[in-house]
RNA sequence: GGUCCUGUAGCUCAGCUGGAUAGAGCAACAGCCUUCUAAGCUGUGGGUCCCAGGUUCGAGUCCUGGCAGGAUCACCA
């Protein structure tokens, strides 16, 4: 049993023996000691008074004695006001040093057979233009969330949703059969994603020209936007492609694959990947049909012009159009569609979506659909809502050029690394490929961590010049901590020092016991971060434990202690930090190198 | 206008279901490498926790009302 609930067990038994009276397990609040006081951890006792009828001083005192007497680990106490300050021994935790290297897998909970399955869709990209900052929030987002529930004991399919039809992707085509001259990501050597994106912006500056020359003509903006030429090929390309037109039908097939290649590239580099791919082209026509189901069971109306809605006025919502006059579908029909064939192919426990905080009113209605059609997850789906991210000079705009790409940021870090890294000269020794790797994880440490350590919820400000810092509360230092210890460890070995399996029992420094504190908080970060879908949580976490680490790293030698006991204990401490660390990191999608 | 989210140091952010004197990093200044990696450590300065009420032993945290910023309310996705 954990420390906290062992506390509060016999605080609630202290209280029906003390006092006759009873209190509520979870009315006992534990929590850990402020740095001024003695002790460890601290029982907060005004909610006892009631029940005590005595002073706060009093009732601590009492319940102090209680558990020093009846509790092995509570070795001493004191009261302050209203708090009960705990003394724990030194045995205990010794005990969670060794709890915790017995178990690779400290802090996870085992994934079984039993275990709930939870779908996770993140990325879901448009197949028009490469990926840039805000997919890479997404992204980076839901690939930790996959990793955190994962830890807490959920079976994790990760999912992506390609939205690989429709006027966008139309717009690339029609641009490129106009201007592109035959140019393929082979014939001009670059990334396919970028190439597709190359002539989505060109479609757009062409389109803008024909309506200013329409305007200057004497339309209105309206009738410029409707009537321009382009506008028009591309939505005569749509309806080709809805009739599955042959040559547009392979134009459209070639150009996706361009991006598609694009996008594993970029997927590869940022380290995230997918467990089952659906395509939006394959679940449209299936909303459609679930749409139409929905029609004839009652669940929604149709109007006379023949558009489908769903009138959610008794959920406080509005009417929501699911199918248009001319019986196309919209977004919302795709996502039904999408969600019936994943309703199909797995038994889906929890459903999370991974999508921006623009869509909060989307996935309340499409939460409010799901539940009327019959999915038994639709009703409390979760929509991982994030924030935007910013960028010193405002918003990113595409069209204004102001988008940071997504592979030109990752390129960019990863040449700061191999910069910093060669000034500082600690990779001697190292293959080519082993620096370049190192740097690699450096970069991408940097990037992960600077986006994953603020709350998801939160709008972000993504600045260049911060991300890329290497000091203070970044991914580098958590991955140089964890480098240092590695250090320490090889040495040991050259040195014929033996790290033993179970830490021998010392009498622990204040610096080591805080240490040691923050070992056993790790399965509680895990678990308040898959409660609140939140890497941040650990982010912060792991922050906290290497700062920790590196203040006992100046004050206590480890290689030179004299006293052997003494050495292996630090040792093996040092060792369990450097497993937390990686396990915490890799929760977060970062790898931490041997050396850097 | 309706709904939702956010507001903490000059800047970027923590602050667990209400708990003790609100914490980090960056930036500034001052120290620490013949000693296990200085991408580190130590110290100094820096606050009306947006404002006003309320709830109670106790509020940055909960409630109400303002103010400011953002999102959304399409036969766009």
Not at 110 to 135: D, Q, R, W
Not at 377 to 406: C, I, N
Not at 451 to 469: C, G, H, Q, T, W
Request: aromatic share 10%; charged share 30%.
């Amino acid at each position: 049993m954990n420390l906290e609930n062992l506390i509060k067990e016999n605080v609630v038994k202290a209280i029906s023996e003390l006092y006759e009276g009873t209190v509520a397990e979870s009315a006992v609040q534990v929590q850990k000691t402020r740095k001024e006081f003695e002790g460890d951890v601290t029982v907060v006792v005004f909610p006892f008074l009631r029940t005590s009828r005595k002073s706060p001083e009093m009732t601590g005192e009492d319940l102090g004695k209680y558990l020093v007497e009846r509790v092995d680990v509570v070795s001493d106490f004191n009261v302050v006001k209203g708090f009960l300050n705990l003394v724990i021994n030194e045995a205990h935790w010794i005990g969670v040093l060794n709890d915790a290297n017995a178990n690779p897998e400290y802090g996870y909970t085992k994934v079984t057979e039993e275990s709930p399955l939870a779908m996770i869709e993140y990325s879901s990209p448009n197949t028009n233009k490469p990926l840039h900052l805000g997919h890479i929030r997404n992204n980076l987002l839901g690939f930790s969330i996959s990793e955190i529930l994962k830890a807490n004991g959920y079976k994790v399919v990760k999912t992506n949703i390609v939205n690989d039809r429709g006027i966008h992707i139309c717009k690339s085509m029609v641009a490129w059969q106009k201007w592109g001259e035959g140019a393929t990501p082979e014939s001009t050597g670059k990334k396919g994603d970028h190439l597709v994106g190359d002539f989505y912006v060109k479609f757009d500056k062409e389109y803008k020209k024909e309506i200013a020359e329409l305007m200057e003509q004497g339309m209105s903006k309206e009738e410029a936007e409707a009537e321009a030429p382009s506008i028009k090929d591309a939505r005569e390309m749509l309806r080709k492609w809805e009739a599955k037109d042959p040559e547009v039908y392979e134009l459209w097939r070639n150009m996706n694959q361009w991006v598609y290649d694009g996008f594993d590239v970029t997927y590869k580099k940022m380290g995230v990947d997918f467990d089952k791919i659906y395509y939006e082209s394959d679940t449209y026509l299936v909303g459609k049909d679930e749409v139409m189901k929905g029609l004839d069971q009652g669940l929604f109306v149709k109007h006379e012009d023949g558009s489908v809605w769903a009138d959610l006025e008794s959920e406080g919502l509005d009417q929501k159009i699911l199918l248009r006059s001319d019986g196309t579908s919209v977004y919302m029909t795709q996502d039904i569609g999408t969600a019936k064939l994943r309703f199909n192919d797995y038994s889906i426990d929890k459903m999370v979506y991974v999508v921006g905080n623009e869509q909060n009113y989307h996935f309340q209605v499409l939460s409010i659909l799901l539940d009327k059609l019959g999915f038994k997850w639709g009703k409390d789906l979760y929509h991982f809502s994030y924030g935007m991210v910013e960028l010193p000079q405002g918003k990113m705009k595409s069209r204004e050029g102001t988008v940071v790409d997504a592979d030109d940021l990752m390129q960019e870090m990863i040449d700061v690394a191999r910069t910093t890294s060669q000034e500082l000269g600690k990779l001697e020794g190292y293959t080519e490929e082993q620096a370049e790797a190192t740097f690699e994880k450096i970069a991408l440490g940097a990037l992960k961590y600077f986006i994953l350590k603020v709350d998801p919820r939160k709008n972000m400000l993504f600045n260049p010049e911060e991300s890329i810092d290497f000091n203070g509360n970044t991914g580098p230092f958590i991955q140089y901590t964890y480098a240092r210890i590695q250090s320490v460890l090889r040495k040991a070995k050259d040195a014929g020092i033996e790290v033993p399996e179970a830490a021998p029992v010392v009498t622990p420094s204040a610096k080591e016991i805080e240490l040691l504190k923050n070992i056993s908080r790790f399965p509680v970060a895990i678990a308040d971060a898959g409660k609140d879908y939140s890497p941040a949580i650990i982010a912060n976490y792991c922050y906290e434990l290497v700062k920790e680490f590196n203040q006992f790293y100046h004050g206590h030698a480890m290689l030179k202690e004299e006293n052997e006991e003494v050495r292996a204990f630090r040792l093996v401490l040092a060792n369990c930090v450097g497993k937390v660390v990686e396990n915490g990191m890799k929760l977060l999608g970062i790898l931490v190198p041997e050396r850097m």
